[in-house]
């Protein structure tokens, strides 16, 4: 999310005092007074002045107050002005960029909407000043997915660029990358793919096409080749991008950096290590070569090291590691806190190489420089303090890691210790515990950090929540059943005990017990911690709340799991219509309520209502993300799975062409995902005796599965 502050705040402010004019005309005096009285300054517009407040409230990130002092300001200028004076534009586009701030957007859409109206009526419906407002509609809609409604509005701002002169003009290529990248998501390749190539035609006849400001729009383009899987077209769209900054440059310009940087980005995508590594070297001979600061040269060898890493090269990766720490030495010296990370990362390297002595030796100057840096009895050591005492837990050295644990409790438990740090220290070390060979320890780990939260906060607080879900986490991993039932219990009356006075907090809390409940398949104890979280928030927000619709979700998959389909189709029916309600019908909460409500009508053979049902997924995920997303092949599956179940064969066929039809347009006729639709395309057309579409599928499938190696004699 953007946050609209800074020049536009003030662009705004400028705007509004035209729009606002003055309160009165001041009448000119018949017969001048024999001594003028000092000058009194006109009283402070309290319009203006509310708005001024909301545009500072906004650059001081408090968007809550914002809304309310620009939701004021219009209240008092619709009572002075009228419901559609131009005056009221500013102060509702301030509204929106604090209600877009706060992620209210159908708030946001409706004041833009209004917004949008009054300056239509004001200008003509091409006049430049329409683009913030367009913009801004445009920001709203993508938010929510809603890529149908974004694409119109783009067009339009495209047009308005393309036929307007200065900023308005030079913004059609940023304008185009949006509606381009609209397109993608909606699955429109085609469109996209044009659109994009319009940005580097665009740039290139503003620039000139040897120009090297020509290289963003190409990288653009390599980049959307690069995510539907175009390689030999992002490869060359991206070589060309090089080669306008190598000729206009040279080849060891660090200006060719960030295009650099996109070719590694490419191969490791690609799980091409070796490629990925040549690009990282050559990028970091030109940083070496022009004695670039630690802050581009660390990232690179940093890079390095994550690749080697990817290959199983320890031991390059170490010295890649190493190459880390020399160059942060030499910037910033040997005792620098900026060495702890490094340190740190290069004693995981010898540690996974059971290199154990350079691990310690790492590990305790990392624990040195903290201590120098902060002091030897601050809790803010606590995190390195904790990766030595794993390292000690895993060699293992039990007197060292007994030792370290006692100080490691002693600061976690001072009074300077805040409470969320120490904890944390103790959750990581946890979490080692239960990665490496000892998962037992985890649970003294846990216990003491239970035991900081009881000191800190009290046995009854809602606080302890996160030690207790890990706690219960682990006894389930080390199949301690009775004791993850107790520590579930106790999360369930710490909830019930907060209900009232943390509602919201309470039955996020219930619904983790719950889930951890629900994944031991102990389902009598998920039932009753789900629905008392139901009554929680029954009780707190209404029967017809937003809020209840997690939880109503979490029920349905619990009555699913227990094969209790009308149970499941009822919670889904109440999600719907709260939804509906409260959102509207076309709201893309609904889809994972519609999908489950689908699946529970399916269950019970109520045939007709569940493709129904199907029909209005497919139609709302097409109206969300656009008729040709990737996301609609899945759906597609399992609604031609119904048919096939039924032996509706021909609407089965109509289905299984469309996910085909989909997929290839997304990943190309050689994607690996066309597989099972290929499969189900056999066997339907088979089905319906069209021998020639069989074969045809058929013979695809066969290219498309790797070759199966011969049983041995």
């Not at 290069?346 to 040195?368: D, I, K, P």
């Not at 389930?476 to 909830?495: G, S």
Request: contains cysteine.
């Amino acid at each position: 999310m953007r946050h609209w502050h800074g020049p536009r705040v003030l662009a705004l402010t400028l705007l509004l005092l035209v729009s606002l004019g003055p309160l009165a005309a001041q009448q000119p005096p018949t017969d001048p007074p024999p001594a003028a009285p000092p000058p009194v300054a006109p009283p402070a517009d309290p319009v203006v002045a509310l708005v001024k407040a909301a545009q500072a409230s906004l650059q001081a990130r408090q968007y809550a107050q914002a809304a309310q002092q620009a939701q004021q300001a219009l209240d008092q200028q619709v009572t002075r002005a009228g419901a559609e004076a131009p005056a009221l534009l500013p102060i509702l586009v301030t509204l929106a960029d604090a209600q877009l701030a706060q992620r209210q957007f159908p708030a946001a859409a409706a004041s833009l909407a209004r917004a949008r109206t009054i300056q239509e009526k004001a200008t003509k419906t091409t006049d430049p000043s329409l683009l913030p407002i367009l913009s801004r509609q445009v920001e709203c809609a993508t938010a929510q997915r809603q890529y149908a409604d974004a694409v119109p509005l783009l067009q339009r701002m495209v047009t308005i660029s393309e036929r307007a002169d200065g900023p308005a003009k030079l913004g059609l290529p940023g304008v185009l990358g949006r509606l381009a990248a609209c397109y993608a998501a909606q699955g429109k390749t085609e469109e996209a793919e044009a659109t994009y190539q319009r940005v580097v035609t665009v740039t290139a006849a503003s620039v000139g096409a040897e120009d090297p400001k020509l290289m963003p729009a190409l990288v653009q383009l390599a980049q959307f080749y690069q995510t539907t899987h175009q390689y030999p077209q992002a490869d060359a769209t991206l070589a060309k991008a090089l080669a306008l900054g190598e000729t206009a440059w040279g080849a060891a310009d660090t200006r060719l950096l960030p295009t650099l940087t996109v070719q590694a980005t490419f191969a490791r995508e690609r799980k091409a290590y070796l490629a990925e590594e040549a690009v990282l070297r050559r990028m970091l001979a030109s940083a070496e070569g022009a004695k670039a600061p630690l802050g581009t040269v660390q990232p690179l060898l940093e890079q390095l090291a994550t690749c080697a890493h990817a290959q199983e090269q320890t031991a390059k990766e170490i010295e890649m590691r190493q190459q880390v720490v020399t160059a942060v030495e030499t910037a910033k010296g040997t005792t620098d806190p900026a060495l702890l990370a490094p340190l740190t990362r290069l004693a995981t390297c010898y540690q996974a190489a059971t290199q154990y002595a350079e691990a310690e030796t790492a590990l305790m100057r990392a624990v040195a420089i903290d201590e120098q840096a902060r002091g030897a009895t601050n809790p803010a050591v606590l995190p390195t303090l904790t990766r030595l005492a794993h390292l000690y837990l895993v060699q293992p050295a039990p007197e060292q890691h007994a030792e370290l644990l006692t100080r490691i409790e002693t600061l976690a438990k001072s009074p300077d210790a805040a409470y969320p740090a120490s904890v944390a220290a103790f959750f990581a070390a946890a979490n080692a515990a239960l990665a490496g060979p000892q998962p037992a320890e985890a649970v003294p780990y846990l216990t003491r950090a239970l035991a900081i939260g009881e000191a800190s906060q009290g046995t009854d607080a809602l606080g302890l929540t996160p030690a207790l879900l890990r706690l219960a986490a682990a006894y389930r991993t080390l199949k301690q059943p009775d004791q993850a039932a107790a520590t579930r219990q106790r999360l369930t009356a710490l909830a019930g005990a907060a209900a009232t006075a943390a509602p919201d907090a309470a039955v996020l809390a219930l619904l983790q017990t719950g889930d951890l409940a629900l994944q031991e398949r102990r389902y009598p104890e998920a039932r009753a911690v789900y629905t008392q979280a139901l009554a929680v928030g029954e009780q707190a927000a209404g029967q017809d709340s937003v809020a209840l619709v997690s939880t109503l979700h979490k029920l349905a998959v619990l009555e699913t799991a227990e094969q209790h389909p009308a149970e499941a189709a009822a919670l889904c029916r109440r999600s719907i219509a709260i939804l509906e309600q409260q959102r509207g019908a076309e709201d893309p909460g609904l889809l994972w309520p519609l999908q489950h409500l689908a699946t529970a009508l399916a269950a019970q053979q109520q045939d007709a209502e569940a493709e129904a049902t199907w029909q209005r997924v497919l139609a709302l995920t097409a109206a969300v993300r656009g008729a040709t997303h990737p996301s609609l092949v899945p759906l597609l599956q399992t609604v031609t799975d119904g048919y096939i179940a039924r032996t509706q064969w021909a609407k089965a066929a109509e289905t299984a062409q469309r996910a085909l039809a989909i997929q290839e347009q997304a990943g190309g006729k050689d994607d690996p995902r066309l597989i099972p639709l290929l499969q189900r395309a056999v066997a339907i057309y088979r089905a319906l005796d069209r021998p020639a579409d069989a074969d045809a599928a058929a013979g695809r499938l066969a290219a498309l599965q790797p070759a199966r190696t011969p049983p041995r004699p």
